[in-house]
């Protein structure tokens, strides 16, 4: 594995830990799924605009960054839809299935069949996040909002490859349109619900969760294929379970050991083998 594939492995791995961050969160916060969603992609919005200013990137808008921006806004809504539908881990685990829509898509695209241990890798991903989430508990209608948030989250890896993407434009585009979807529904909030614990965990969604990991998404993106992104972000259902754990809750068990296992094997053969890391996109 070349020194850049190990570089974005790594930094798809910390996004992955602020990823995971979300559901001890989302559960602070009382109000409905799309206004907590929508909050948290307001905050994050401003803090990617930020970051456009201070590295002097101009805001760029074509078809890869208007479908990457279209695919993140679908993917956070869904889910936020997902979790009181099908139940958190559920939810999840169908966000997570994105590696196997990413196979899909990348056979359309270059019109061939991926190479077979490209497909072992989204097998084992799935397989892991299974194993590490149990069951999919939840009514029919969760569990397709579940998997429709898994297909949108494939299209972010897969728009932000190309000689016209540009993540860092697509993900703050992808929280603008999120946050115009969801804000709305703070109407619905009452004021007993507005605590500081809510706000709180609203901020650290935005600035942590949904604002700077897409910042190390964007850079790992870079130097990994989306096979391999989307592999490694399939390990936040684990690391989820260390937070409670940290928090005074139970460790993880034998199931989240071996689920975690099996992905970060499948992380290490999606690198591998999604071809050479392709160039960083130009910062400008």
Not at 171 to 184: D, R
């Amino acid at each position: 594995m070349s020194r850049s594939g190990k570089n974005g492995l790594f930094l798809l791995f910390c996004a992955t830990c602020m990823f995971s961050i979300g559901g001890v969160c989302f559960a602070c916060i009382p109000f409905h799924p799309l206004a907590a969603n929508g909050l948290r992609c307001a905050i994050a919005a401003g803090l990617s605009a930020c970051f456009l200013r201070r590295d002097q990137q101009k805001l760029r808008l074509n078809a890869a960054t208007l479908t990457g921006g279209l695919c993140l806004a679908l993917t956070t809504n869904l889910f936020a839809l997902a979790v009181p539908l099908a139940g958190p881990a559920a939810a999840t685990l169908l966000l997570n299935t994105s590696p196997l829509f990413v196979a899909g898509i990348l056979w359309v695209k270059h019109k061939k069949c991926p190479p077979m241990r490209q497909l072992a890798a989204a097998v084992l991903a799935v397989g892991g996040v299974a194993i590490a989430a149990g069951g999919m508990p939840g009514r029919m209608a969760g569990l397709a909002v579940g998997l429709a948030s898994g297909a949108c989250y494939a299209g972010v890896f897969c728009a932000g490859q190309g000689q016209n993407a540009h993540p860092p434009s697509a993900f703050f585009l992808g929280q603008c349109i999120g946050a115009a979807a969801g804000l709305p529904f703070l109407a619905l909030v009452r004021p007993e619900q507005v605590t500081p614990a809510a706000l709180g965990a609203a901020a650290v969604l935005g600035l942590v969760q949904l604002g700077y990991s897409y910042r190390l998404l964007a850079k790992g993106m870079a130097l990994s294929g989306p096979m391999a992104a989307s592999v490694v972000c399939s390990l936040e259902p684990v690391l989820g379970t260390v937070w409670p754990w940290l928090l005074g809750g139970g460790a993880p068990g034998l199931r989240m050991a071996a689920g975690a296992a099996l992905l970060a094997l499948a992380a290490v053969t999606a690198n591998s083998t999604d071809g050479s890391a392709p160039a960083p996109q130009p910062s400008r």
